[in-house]
């Protein structure tokens, strides 16, 4: 099936891409929570987006595509957001004598610090191969069997997601939706059976698949890989920059 | 008496609820030698793979060059006896192609650079390099067919055991896969429905039905034997 | 819909690194765990379990017109496979969910876990261990996965206000955050109740030995829940509920009062005591408040008696088709 919009980007080659994905990781790390130190009525200034815009727009991802996946996992945030101006009615000076109810700045600038983090993410995310990212964890301290489970999770993610896709399609081409809601609950419910009788048959294929190569129950990962000159001055370049932004 | 690179003896074996899967199969395959295996759904040829294969321990002997194999021989032996399951979605399973590839002869022992190397071979063979970087579900399904494979492969095995190796496949995958399982030269025994592709492959034959071995001979004799074929599910077939 | 993930903007980083720290040393714990156990031979399955909870997450159930909830899965993973690999679980569907579809924030990552995985799988597994004990029938099993999840799911989500003023980033009052929340989640947690139950019935029945010790307790019943179990279930609910919406009732906010009351965060910059500038303020104020204080304490009154007594009408209705389908099975069997 067509997963390809997942992982799309991060097959693209650039000299974003070809950083080391620790320098990556803490490079965003160090950038989102430089981010979300700044005091509560402080709005990010422009700066703050040449991070993330520099290292989307010389890898190649396409802006459009960030906005829209920010726009996607924003609802959480925007509905919370939205009550600020309601409860925080303290008054906030701006240039002079504006003055604002401190609900709104507030808003504002968690909305800003909510985009430019993102979009640090998305930075990360699509300019990093899965596997690669996984390397990078487990040789930031990440437990062993937790990247193991990751791994999986990931292989197998793909598969369920089509399965799950498909036993909805078919529940869907019966569904004329005049049914009462217990049973569309039923319904929910014999989709989530079925899905988990699969996963579970999964499972057994795949460990037997897995004992005929010689599993004895301990995974090793392959080719570690070694910080280069690049990796070092980019993340010390973004340290210097966050550095700079905040305090001076 | 012939000497067998796999032979069976006797074996048998039995599901939890009492249903008898294998009934004392008797067989041998030489090296080098195609094994075409056919029968009707339920007949026990996947029981049959595993149990060749070791992953199921049924009664009777399995030998290897004449060795009967015990479990812990099996578990030494693995990569020798190479199975390929019937679905690639269950055989792939590490983050890349390469990986997958590589995890066979990891677990051999081989160090890392050994592994690399016999994965850049296999991945030759199979016309995979360009997606050694690849997931899995980036691949095609004939890639992963042949991916599966390789994955095999790269263990060096002495003998494939196939369950239903061109199931889901397009007519060009299918006519590749031919293609390549007939320049191996390991031996082989290949559970299939797909009777022109055990007639093209396999010179020789073995028909099994509710677990015990009907025939075993060549294979224009038996395919192309409308009553034995027909009295067991299945049709006949011939050459064009 | 309600997505629990937590944006790193809303949390400070002395929160953030603090449930880091925590949620990652419970990681730590829980992975030498798992590794020393034979479950590393269960590591095919916990991928793939944790590939179902995911895909289960996307099937919507819709609560009331207009919301719906998502399965959680914490809850259903620690009876499965215990606490330490269900927290595994969780925690590695959570890392998938911030990098791949960038849902939850990096940051956000310790409070997440911490909430979503950690609270629910040693919680819920604690609970219902005490509660199921030894070969628990039909009815007793629903109780006790009702109990664990229900309190598993709530506690996980009453976390996300505390996290936020702890922060202080998003000013609001804690009391009605707090129970908006758990409200809501109540709703959420009785859908994944029966869910969780369902599927645990589904394991018993296909797949018994997956449950290791916890099969033999279980074994004995099966994946229904007796008309008596839902109905309780609902009223239990709609109980809590209603609690909840009385409570809510019965706080007066001032709004302006509460921040004040207990605010350590003075703005630098708050206006100075001129005339113009506070009229100018009032009238924002009147603006952006949602119900004058004074309305909302009988409304919410109403609201909530409305809301059980929905309940109630909803659950009866439910009753009288179940009797039927009931007699319509029987007469097939």
Known sequence: MHHHYIDRFAYQDSPIHRLDARAKILAVLVYSTVLISLPRYVIPSAW???LPFTMLVWAGVPLRFVAKHTLLVSPFVVCLVAFAPVFDRSLVRLHGTWTVAGGWVAAASILVRFVLGMAALIALASTTRFPDLLRGLRRLGVPHILVLQLQFLYRYLFLLLDQAMHIRQARTARDAGKGPLAWRWRGGAGQIGMLLVRTLEQAD??????????????????????????????????????????WW | MPEYLLS????????????????????????????GLIGPNGSGKSTLLLCLGGLLTGRGAVKLDGRPLTRSDFKASRGQI???????????????????????????????????????????????????????????????????????????????????PSSNLDPRSRRRLIKVLTDLDTAMLIASHDLALVGCLCRRVMLIDEGRMVADGSTTEILGNAELMESHGLEWWTPR | ?????????????????????VSAGVLMLASARVGASFEQDR???????????????????????????HFGGGVLLAILLGPHAATLVMTSILIVQCLIFQDGGLLALGTNVFNLGIVPAYLGYALFRLMAGLRPSGGRLYASVFVATLVGMVAGAAMVPIEVRLSGLFVAPMHKFLLAMIGLHLLVGLGEAIITFLVIGYVVRVRPGL?????????????????????????????LLGGVVAHWASEAPDALESITAAEGHQPAMVAANENETISRATAWQERTALLPDYRWTSLSGIAGTALTLAMVWLVGRGLARRRKEAQGVASRE
């Not at chain 1, 294929?205 to 910080?227: E, K």
């Not at chain 3, 008309?227 to 609910?237: E, M």
């Open chain 3, 43 to 69: 590591i095919p399955l916990m991928g793939v379990l944790g590939a179902f909870v995911f895909a289960a997450q996307m099937i919507n159930f819709p609560i009331l017109p207009g919301t719906s909830g």
């Open chain 1, 205 to 246: 294929r795949t460990h037997m698949a897995m004992l005929a190569r010689g599993y004895d129950g301990t995974i090793q990962m392959v080719r570690p890989g070694r910080w280069r000159q690049h990796d070092w001055a980019f993340l010390l370049a973004t340290i210097v920059y966050v550095t700079v932004l905040r």
């Open chain 2, 82 to 164: 190479g199975l390929i399951f019937q679905s690639p979605d269950d055989q792939l399973f590490m983050p890349t192609l390469e990986e997958d590839l590589a995890f066979g002869p990891i677990n051999q022992g081989l160090d890392e650079h050994a592994a690399h190397e016999r994965v850049h071979q296999v991945a030759d063979r199979m016309g995979l390099d360009a997606m050694l970087g690849r997931a899995p579900h980036h691949l095609s399904m004939g890639q992963k067919r042949n991916a599966a494979i390789a994955a095999v492969l790269a263990m060096k095995p002495t003998i494939l055991l196939m369950d239903e």
């Open chain 1, 48 to 50: 703050y987006a040449v």
């Open chain 3, 211 to 239: 449950l290791g010790p916890v099969a033999d307790r279980v074994s004995a019943a099966t994946g229904k829940i007796g008309l008596k179990g839902v109905l309780a279930s609902f009223f239990v609910v709609a109980l």
């Open chain 3, 1 to 21: 819909m309600l997505a629990m993930h937590m944006a790193n903007e809303l949390l400070t980083p002395v929160v953030a690194l603090l449930f880091m720290v």
């Open chain 2, 8 to 35: 069976a003896e006797g074996l048998s074996y039995r599901y939890d609820d009492g249903t008898d899967a294998l009934v004392k199969v008797d067989l041998g395959i030489g090296p080098g030698e195609k094994v």
